[in-house]
T-cell receptor, first 116, second 113 residues
Framework: GAGVSQTPSNKVTEKGKYVELRCDPISGHTALYWYRQSLGQGPEFLIYFQGTGAADDSGLPNDRFFAVRPEGSVSTLKIQRTERGDSAVYLC??????????????FGPGTRLTVL | DQQVKQNSPSLSVQEGRISILNCDYTNSMFDYFLWYKKYPAEGPTFLISISSIKDKNEDGRFTVFLNKSAKHLSLHIVPSQPGDSAVYFCAASANFGNEKLTFGTGTRLTIIP
């Protein structure tokens, strides 16, 4: 597809369970970002990948959150021992870093996570 | 600490008139600013951006103005159309190469036919 895709679109889980959220970025985009959007707020940065490595994970709220991008394309955000406060829309974005200029980020539709 | 602020949660404008959305920021390190539009159940869609070396950028009906001394930017939409009804987010980044975005809380724009 031409855009960023995220699966699942909705995820309902019980408190204490483990969840994985997947992001397929735009082909060729080396930069990948995860954000979290709570109701009534703007998206908040979680983690940034440049290629396969996490270049900036300063936005991860605690060690229950982890993300990987093993082949420099698809990324998975993993949340252990989910809590009700983790309920939010998780957004993935990708961008190109070519050309030595600033680039906009392209967002996926998000995964709505509900922790009961 | 909210580094990017959108103080108007909502705005209603008559179709055909100008819509002006405002955004203020506090971090002097921000040097690249973007506006995104969001419809329900969709991800944010990029609209327009501006670098801190400019004070204006125009793309069709959309113009963004940047006032660095006041740490203020605004998005002008003219003429406003019903399809412009959405939530608009202002965002900023500080580092070339790691362009993590800091977003405002959004302004819901409603265009009245």
């Amino acid at each position: 597809g031409a855009g960023v895709s995220q699966t699942p679109s909705n995820k309902v889980t019980e408190k204490g369970k483990y969840v994985e959220l997947r992001c397929d970025p735009i082909s060729g985009h080396t930069a990948l970002y995860w954000y979290r959007q709570s109701l009534g707020q703007g998206p908040e940065f979680l983690i940034y990948f440049q290629g396969t490595g996490a270049a900036d994970d300063s936005g991860l709220p605690n060690d229950r959150f982890f993300a990987v991008r093993p082949e420099g394309s698809v990324s998975t955000l993993k949340i252990q021992r989910t809590e009700r406060g983790d309920s939010a829309v998780y957004l993935c974005a990708s961008s190109s870093l070519r050309g030595g200029r600033r680039h906009e980020q392209f967002f996926g539709p998000g995964t709505r996570l509900t922790v009961l | 600490d909210q580094q990017v602020k959108q103080n108007s949660p909502s705005l209603s404008v008559q179709e055909g008139r100008i819509s002006i959305l405002n955004c203020d920021y506090t971090n002097s390190m921000f040097d690249y600013f973007l506006w995104y539009k969001k419809y329900p159940a969709e991800g944010p869609t990029f609209l327009i951006s501006i670098s801190s070396i400019k004070d204006k950028n125009e793309d069709g009906r959309f113009t963004v103005f940047l006032n660095k001394s006041a740490k203020h930017l605004s998005l002008h939409i003219v003429p406003s159309q019903p399809g412009d009804s959405a939530v608009y987010f202002c965002a900023a980044s500080a580092n070339f190469g790691n362009e993590k975005l800091t977003f405002g809380t959004g302004t819901r724009l409603t265009i009245i036919p």
